[in-house]
């Protein structure tokens, strides 16, 4: 009996795994006969196989973590996922499931179905859009306030379907830090009337301004409604650059001007110091380590408003 002892083995390796063709029962003869025939074709199919089906794995990472909007009420989030594929054909995104977190505890969570698709060879940034209600997180966990900044961790897991390979997981993950506004406590300390008449009033307000958060802020503009005996003597905006540090107090210096005569005899018994309480409503826009944000403040008092000093009536 004949032995056909030397064998022929074609492996094409793919990105996948591998495929082998195994030529038994060829001898020496046969074989170099057929070199340019059939395992000349063989060959050619490995090759063509090799080009036509070299799948790979999508790379995923998420990109960025913006906050585009922050107040004392709400903070829009928008999460960048970069996606590349590899293949020569389009992948679709089966979903993108996201859930945000702090030291365990579930901020947020949810499911974009039918995310999109990644082009062939190419590279999409899907973006997964969320919002925190922060007075439903001040409700839920007791150890969470205004003022704070809490760890937050996201996650993010893409459902993909990649042909040859099929559907695959791809966990990614990010950590950092989001802040919970506290809005400014802002105190009048006293008013300089810097001019009187009943024509025309110029005044300085000295204010001091409280940052009831852990991190600085910055202040851009100052917005302010006045109002002395319920009677509101001036609205006006002032754009001053100052810095106040975490839980650190500020001081500013508001000029405003008003006719005292559009306004009755009672304000001017206020002006020449007979003294009443104030309320006081506005906002700051302010520049803070996680972008800028729009405070508002309210304040009231029955403190009695001297002029410059107790009992000068100039």
Not at 58 to 74: C, E
Not at 93 to 110: F, P, T
Not at 153 to 175: F, N, Y
Not at 278 to 300: N, Q, R, W
Request: proline share 6%.
């Amino acid at each position: 009996m004949a032995e056909h002892e030397d064998k022929e083995v074609v492996a094409l390796t793919q990105n996948v795994g591998e495929v082998t063709i195994e030529d038994r029962g060829t001898d020496s003869k046969d074989k170099d006969e057929s070199s340019g025939g059939v395992m000349g074709f063989i060959k050619d199919v490995g090759h063509a196989i090799g080009g036509l089906f070299s799948w790979g794995a999508p790379d995923a990472d998420i990109a960025g973590f913006n906050i585009p909007v922050i107040n004392t009420k709400r903070c829009e989030i928008i999460i960048d996922v970069k996606i590349t594929n590899p293949n020569p054909v389009p992948i679709p995104l089966v979903d993108m499931i996201y859930d945000i977190s702090s030291d365990g505890r579930k901020l947020c969570s949810g499911t974009i179905p039918d995310a999109g698709t990644v082009h062939a060879h190419g590279h999409e940034t899907v973006k997964i859009p969320l919002t925190l209600i922060y007075k439903d997180i001040i409700d839920t966990f007791d150890d969470i306030e205004p003022g704070q900044i809490i760890p937050y961790l996201a996650k993010v897991t893409l459902l993909v379907d990649v042909p040859v390979i099929g559907r695959i997981t791809i966990p990614l993950e990010k950590k950092g830090e989001i802040p919970i506004p506290h809005k400014p406590d802002v105190d009048l300390d006293k008013i300089d009337w810097d001019h009187l008449s009943l024509e025309e009033t110029a005044a300085t307000l000295h204010l001091s301004l409280k940052n009831m958060n852990k991190f600085d802020i910055g202040i851009n503009s100052f917005e302010y409604d006045l109002q002395i005996a319920d009677v509101s003597i001036g609205k006006a905006s002032l754009k001053e650059a100052t810095e106040v540090k975490g839980e650190d107090v500020g001081q500013l210096q508001v000029p405003i001007t008003f006719r005292p005569k559009d306004f009755g005899g009672a304000l001017w018994d206020i002006m020449r110091g007979r003294g009443t309480g104030y309320t006081m409503v506005g906002a700051i826009e302010v520049d803070t380590p996680f972008g800028p944000m729009h405070l508002p403040f309210s304040k009231t008092s029955e403190t009695t408003l001297k002029n410059k000093e107790d009992g000068d009536e100039d």
